[in-house]
């Protein structure tokens, strides 16, 4: 940077770099596009898994595109938005992590073409923006009514979550398995079904078959009986949740005891003894045949509760205490000198089970449980946490399908259905926006394009004939991929949660209008080696992606 007088002036520290316009511009979409390459392959029925190796040799393999993002270590400060992209995806509904980084990854790259052209990043942005608000209108208007007793179609989405992941083979069951798991803790508030998945609770063990995997109408605790002398399983009983210890509290400070003689001895542990009995005692007078602690619970104050045959589990997570609250109806209890009947919760069975070579605590037979569980089981660790992630997105599936109560055809059909709208709506303009509304038309695409080049097909050909239905009015008109035809998605019963579509366009929309805002890429002299540099053509230059 020069003054008036030829001096250089420095405004950054020693060592940074600095890319600007244009080249800044070019490296932060490759970036982009290259992320969402890393995943294209995975989408769809027919699409391949990845699989991800870290520094110490674990190894995890998935086609989930939240997943593969996470895993990989990416650099470039782009490539990161576009992880956010999927990171914002599945925290809000779960799927679709894949489709919104590929539309992103498509905007990018026609907006790189329409740069070329001289358009200016800032009319990009604005036709993409104005492209996006269309999009989200028509979706609107395409979605179709869903709610809680729709069991068959709750049913579809979920199994059109599981499609392509190795929970497939065993979809039918899963997917009853998450349709039961959402009908059992859904509640109606002001007249509208609320569906919380975080009472959901899932947990996994490795061994048995994916046809083992079962819902439980409670809560499965990876915790054992304290003691050996209590019984193993126990029916039709009252369960006491408390979230402080039942021990003697330690003394506070520098505060000492001077114990000179045996009997003073003897005389304190037998009123340690007294007041450890005396706790338990008052949980025992309260009627309660299985108490679950927070915290600690004493070895006097164990046998003394085996004696009584009492069930009890010590240092439980907090997060379950609240889910075996709403599972069995107690509540969970601080002051054991002040329970109430009604602060104790029903559970039919409470057994000790070795699931996976570990001991684990059911509570199930609650009497309407708004918490439950679903314990997933599977031949190898790799395939237990593929069905855990097929699972997770089966049930956040549903529930964002109820939250909106609407939903649309899958296939690729409803891309091409917004893709003909858009042409229209930029039929209106006559500025140079109307050609960035049509990059946005073009780059939805992408999703019916890619099912067809992962299911081996010809991608171009089966668009025509995709866009020639469309035109006649058949609005569910997809591709199936199995057959190669174009189907009616909803007749197949491939359907997926309106909410998906949503968050994907707008986190799609939003992360490439940032991008192309971008012409200034600086880096700080203390993080110069790292500075992003990536020409076309690659992962190359500075830039290590992975």
């Keep these: 940077m020069n003054s ?46 990845k699989m991800l190796v870290n520094s110490i040799g674990d190894v995890v393999i998935t086609n989930d595109g939240a997943t593969i993002l996470s895993e990989m270590q990416i650099e470039h400060p782009a490539a990161k938005m576009m992880v956010e992209v999927a990171k914002t995806q599945d ?10 980084v590929i539309i992103a990854g498509e905007l990018l790259d026609k907006a790189g073409d329409l740069l070329e052209k001289q358009i200016h990043p800032t009319v990009i942005t604005m036709g993409f923006r104005m ?104 029916e039709d009983v009252k369960i006491l949740l408390v979230d402080s210890a039942l021990e003697i509290k330690d003394l506070e400070g520098d505060t000492k005891i001077s114990i000179d003689s045996p009997e003073k001895l003897q005389a304190f542990m037998e009123n340690e003894e007294k007041s450890l009995k005396d706790i338990s005692d008052r949980v025992i007078k309260t009627g309660a045949k299985v108490i679950l602690c927070q915290k600690g619970i004493d070895d006097v104050a164990q046998h003394f509760l085996a004696k009584a045959g009492i069930v009890a589990a010590r240092r439980v997570k907090k997060s379950d205490m609240e889910k075996l609250a709403k599972a069995t109806g107690a509540k969970i209890v601080s002051d054991i000198k002040n329970i109430l009947p009604t602060d104790l919760g029903y559970a039919g069975i409470v057994e000790e089970k070795k699931i996976g070579g570990e001991e684990m605590l059911y509570i199930r037979k609650c009497k309407n449980p708004k918490a439950v569980t679903i314990m997933i089981r599977g031949g190898s660790e790799h395939i237990v946490e593929e069905v855990e992630r097929a699972m997770e997105d089966a049930v956040k599936g549903i529930a964002a399908a109820i939250e909106l109560g609407k939903i649309v055809p899958g296939g690729g059909a409803i891309e091409i259905e917004l893709s003909r709208e858009l042409r229209k709506y930029a039929e209106s303009f006559k500025g140079r926006e109307q050609l960035a509304i049509n990059a946005f038309a073009e780059s939805l695409e992408v999703i019916p394009r890619s099912l067809a080049e992962n299911a081996g097909l010809d991608p171009i050909d089966k668009i025509a004939l995709l866009r020639a239905e469309h035109e006649k009015g058949n609005k569910s008109a997809g591709l199936d991929v199995f057959s190669g035809d174009v189907k009616d998605m909803t007749k197949l019963g491939v359907v997926e949660p309106l909410k998906i579509k949503i968050q994907a366009i707008e986190s799609a929309s939003e992360v490439a209008e940032m991008i192309l805002r971008i012409d200034d890429v600086i880096a700080s002299g203390s993080g110069s080696e790292r500075m992003p540099s990536m020409p076309p053509g690659g992962m190359g230059g500075d830039m290590p992606m992975m």
Excluded: C, W, Y
């Design 4 to 49: 008036g007088g030829n001096q250089p002036i420095f405004i950054l520290a020693e060592g940074s770099k600095k890319t600007s316009g244009r080249n800044a511009q070019r490296n932060n979409i490759e970036a982009g596009k290259l992320v969402a390459e890393a995943v294209k392959s995975t989408l769809g029925p027919k699409g391949m898994d």
């Design 91 to 100: 925290d809000e509904v779960g799927d679709g992590t894949t489709t919104a």
């Design 131 to 234: 492209a996006r608000l269309k999009a989200l209108a028509v979706l609107d208007s395409l979605g179709a009514k869903v709610t809680i007793n729709d069991k068959e179609l709750l049913k579809n989405i979920a199994n059109t979550a599981m499609t392509g992941k190795n929970a497939e083979r065993s979809s039918e069951k899963l997917s009853n398995i998450a349709v039961e798991a959402i009908t059992k803790i859904a509640e109606t508030v002001d007249g509208k079904t609320v569906v919380d998945t975080e009472n959901i609770k899932i947990e996994k063990k490795q061994g048995g078959s994916m046809a083992d995997t079962e819902v439980i109408d409670g809560v499965i605790i990876d915790k054992e009986v304290v003691h050996s002398g209590m019984p193993k399983r126990i």
